[in-house]
């Protein structure tokens, strides 16, 4: 594939970085996996905080005091 019709490519699908890379040589391989690993980091930490934003804010807060507990069960006097 061309370089100018790759990179046309990565910009109508997505807006992706384009690396020219080698598996032969190791040509950019660690700079292309980082890249895409970084933003695969950045849409799923995005889509996180828009889940926080849509639930009031952040993450949702429970608390675990004794005014929050059912009463205990009751137990029978018998063994076991």
Known sequence: MA???AEKW???NG???YF???A?????????FGNVALGAYRHQRSE????EAAQGG?????SLGAAN???PAEQDSGCC
């Not at 032969?24 to 292309?32: G, L, Q």
């Not at 996180?48 to 889940?51: N, Q």
């Open 3 to 5: 370089e100018d019709e």
């Open 10 to 12: 990565c910009s109508e």
């Open 15 to 17: 807006g992706y970085d």
């Open 20 to 22: 020219e890379v080698s």
């Open 24 to 32: 032969k040589d190791a040509t950019n391989v660690d700079n292309a």
């Open 48 to 51: 996180i905080e828009a889940d």
């Open 58 to 62: 952040g993450p949702q807060k429970i």
């Open 69 to 71: 507990a059912a009463p």
